[in-house]
């Protein structure tokens, strides 16, 4: 399809906002027009499904009921509080905004797109959706929901991935607005996309759009939406050390340029391969961790840990000892206060387990 092909379809966005009307879901950042609420759901929904969502941006908005309350709150709060939803760097950027908004904006959340736009890990989308939801500005949303949707309505064959093809997407999706509502048209797209138009096993007879769905009439829907690139995974491999002294234990904190930057951790040996306990315990990194002196309790081999483009492979060995390492002394925390630190979730899945 050419940008000059491309024509605004009112009759598809009535549509949409009738099926939001009778089937949008209800959830409570849609009760509010509150830009700092319509912000924080959007940055947690990007992480997870609504109905794990839902939990998150509630006990955020019980500690952090303001975007000055969020920017007055340390790192480690916010990385605790988010725990569990991955993709840390979103904490950071969150925390980071709502401090710019503070310095910047006097603490009032922006209202223009391009301001909003210009706070730190704030895009596109994101950007959209605050601002269509929050004051009716006409700016389409385009997410994953948008693409699918789009592409398999107009059977529109462009890799989303492209550069051609997102700024086609972008296009219809702005035409397919037209001159609806954009706090209502926005928000039934998303929903539509979740709900009807989904990935998989799409609800085909009961879309309301299924006279207009032109991949319908093709019976191209599972090749809709196109996406050219591949994301190579990388394997790695975590041997971590439960480390007991008493009730002290070391934890560490992971610094920049890696995964989960910000939170807390055991010690952690990594290893290029699969790496046996005998060919652990041999290793000096090991030996300045614990000490000539040690106790093997045994050893937790995890689940492989999926993240976009990292398959974690996470061994938790059991060691306790009768006096920590000067290195080991530098971190080391009462046990009894683990819970007060952000962690990965694979060792919050660990300790669950213990």
């Given amino acids: 399809m050419k940008k000059t092909d491309i ?7 009535a549509r949409l906002a009738r099926w939001y009307e009778a089937f949008g879901r209800d959830l409570p950042w849609r009760h509010t027009r509150d830009a700092y609420r319509v912000w924080l759901s959007e940055v947690i929904l990007q992480q997870t499904r609504v109905n794990q969502g839902l939990d998150y941006y509630l006990r955020f908005m019980e500690r952090f009921p303001t975007v000055v309350d969020l920017a007055a709150a340390s790192e480690d709060e916010v990385l605790k509080l988010w725990q569990g939803l991955g993709y840390y760097s979103r904490a950071r950027n969150l925390h980071r905004a709502a401090r710019e908004v503070v310095e910047r904006f006097g603490g009032e959340f922006p209202r223009r797109y391009d ?8 895009g596109d989308y994101t950007a959209a959706a605050v601002c269509s939801i929050s004051y009716d500005e006409p700016v389409a949303v385009v997410d994953g929901n948008v693409y699918r949707l789009i592409s398999r309505l107009y059977d529109e064959p462009s890799p989303i991935d492209s550069t051609a093809g997102k700024r086609l997407f972008r296009d219809l999706a702005t035409a397919v607005m037209g001159g609806a509502q954009p706090s209502i048209h926005n928000q039934a797209v998303m929903d539509f996309g979740a709900m009807v138009c989904t990935p998989r096993s799409p609800r085909c007879g009961e879309c309301p759009l299924e006279d207009r769905c032109l991949a319908r009439a093709h019976e191209t829907v599972e090749l809709r939406p196109v996406k050219t690139a591949k994301t190579a995974v990388r394997e790695r491999w975590f041997n971590y050390l439960h480390i007991t002294c008493e009730d002290l234990l070391p934890l560490l904190r992971r610094g920049e340029g890696d995964i989960w930057q910000g939170l807390y951790e055991f010690p952690m040996i990594e290893t290029g391969e699969e790496c046996t306990p005998e060919r652990l315990v041999a290793m000096s990194e090991f030996r300045e961790w614990v000490g000539g002196a040690f106790t093997l309790r045994g050893f937790v081999s995890l689940r492989p840990h999926r993240l976009t483009h990292r398959l974690i492979h996470a061994v938790v ?35 669950e387990k213990s």
């Fill in 317 to 351: 060995y059991r060691v306790e000892v009768a006096a920590l390492t000067p290195r080991a002394r530098a971190v080391a925390i009462p046990a009894s206060t683990l819970e007060e630190y952000a962690i990965p979730r694979l060792l919050e899945l660990y300790l």
């Fill in 7 to 13: 024509q605004t379809d009112h009759e598809v966005a």
């Fill in 115 to 122: 301001e909003v736009r210009s706070l730190r890990g704030v």
